[in-house]
Structure formats: C-alpha cells, structure tokens
C-alpha cells in the first residue's frame, strides 16, 4: 500500500535501522525505542492488523524470527518481551502488522 508507512519502509522507500530481512519479512529498529533494545518485526505484504492475520506459517515464522534476533541482540538469556498491539482499542497507531521486540532492561508490567 502506497500510503502505508510500514510498507514504504518494506521496499526501501524510506530508510530504517534493519536488523534482518528475507523475502517475507523485515526487522529493524523502533524510531523511539520503549527499551535498550526495541525491534519492530513486520511481513514485507500488508496486512493491517493480527486480527487480518490468515497465514499461520508467516505467523509461525515471524514469532521464530523474533525469538532469533533476540538471541542475535544478545537479550535471550535476561528475558524480554514480545508484544501486538491490535486496533485502536490495543494501542495499534500503525496499520501494518507488526511485533515490538522489548529488552535490554528489566520491563515494568
Ligand atoms: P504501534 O503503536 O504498535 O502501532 O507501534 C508503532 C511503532 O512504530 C511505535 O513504537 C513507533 O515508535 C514506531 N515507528 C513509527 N514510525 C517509525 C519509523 N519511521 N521507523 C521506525 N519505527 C517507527
């Protein structure tokens, strides 16, 4: 979508800090990093919202993606968080599926 922000920063349009990228997906850093470390995972295809989420493998493959870079960021073994807002009501302000990678520090609940 040529209006989505996620997208334009899927195809190089608009540069961002990448941390991994293959055919599917792309990884990079948050522009106001809520922690140390903070990585939005997205699927290079727009789709809005988890709750528009269909494909159980690119599912799959982004939460075992997650797991990898953190394991790569060196935050595995202290323990972070993985985290979707959904919709309005969930915080979402970007509409373009992603996951927040959250360590480098002890989180507050
Ligand atoms: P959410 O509230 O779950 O939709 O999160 C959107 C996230 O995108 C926020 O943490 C923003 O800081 C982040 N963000 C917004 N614009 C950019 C950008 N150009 N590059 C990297 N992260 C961004």
Redesign the pocket.
């Known amino acids: 979508m040529s209006n989505c922000?996620f997208c334009r920063?899927a195809t190089g349009e608009?540069p961002?800090q990448k941390v991994f990228e293959d055919e599917t997906m792309l990884a990079?850093?948050?522009?106001?990093p809520?922690a140390p470390t903070?990585i939005?995972l997205i699927p290079k295809q727009h789709i809005a919202t988890l709750a528009d989420a269909d494909d159980p493998a690119l599912l799959g493959n982004m939460m075992q993606r997650v797991r990898l870079i953190a394991e790569n960021e060196g935050i595995a073994e202290a323990g972070y968080r993985v985290v979707i807002?959904v919709k309005e009501g969930g915080?979402?302000?970007?509409f373009h599926l992603?996951i927040?990678l959250l360590g480098g520090k002890r989180l507050p609940f």
Do not use: M, T
């Open positions: 922000l920063i608009i961002a990079f850093r948050d522009i106001h809520k903070h939005l807002n915080g979402q302000e970007i992603h927040h």
